[in-house]
């Protein structure tokens, strides 16, 4: 595969806007490998399909009963890679975690769990990147 097509990521989960993110995460991050161009769909050899599956938050840190410290977001990102006739080439599902501070206003928490969610849209570009240029 020479040439791959990347159409916004499908979000499934309640957190609004995370998938402009992750798609631009993994247009960059293959980009930047220089081993595969960016194309539109009808010239590409595949097209990279995101869904962000699934997002779910625990409290990994209390101050007390009603309180938490800290939280840790976990996603789950599946990425099948799709050639001209529709046929699955590369299917994954990839997982990540990143813990983020709870602070005492909501505002600056949001803001602590969008950076972890930054995080980790880098890391499950980086994985994809990885793993599919070893496949192929």
């Known amino acids: 595969i020479q040439s791959l097509n990347i159409p916004p990521f499908r979000?499934?989960?309640?957190?609004?806007?995370?998938?402009?993110?992750?798609?631009?995460?993994?247009?960059?991050?293959?980009?930047r490998g220089g081993r595969i161009d960016l194309v539109d769909p009808q010239?590409?050899?595949?097209?990279?399909?995101?869904?962000?599956?699934?997002?779910?938050?625990?409290?990994?840190a209390r101050q007390s009963l009603n309180t938490s410290l800290?939280?840790?977001?976990?996603?789950?990102?599946?990425?099948?890679?799709?050639?001209?006739?529709?046929?699955?080439l590369w299917q994954y599902?990839?997982?990540?975690?990143?813990?983020y501070l709870v602070?005492?206003?909501?505002?600056?928490?949001?803001?602590?769990?969008r950076g972890a969610l930054a995080v980790i849209s880098r890391r499950?570009?980086?994985k994809f990147h990885y793993r599919f240029t070893q496949a192929f």
């Open 103 to 113: 602070q005492a206003d909501k505002v600056s928490t949001e803001a602590r769990l």
């Open 124 to 126: 499950i570009a980086e």
């Open 11 to 31: 979000n499934e989960t309640r957190q609004v806007g995370i998938e402009a993110q992750f798609t631009n995460d993994l247009v960059y991050e293959v980009g």
């Open 43 to 60: 010239a590409a050899d595949a097209v990279v399909n995101g869904v962000i599956k699934d997002l779910r938050t625990n409290t990994i």
């Open 93 to 99: 599902e990839l997982n990540e975690n990143e813990a």
């Open 70 to 88: 800290e939280r840790r977001v976990y996603v789950t990102v599946e990425l099948v890679v799709q050639d001209r006739k529709g046929r699955s």
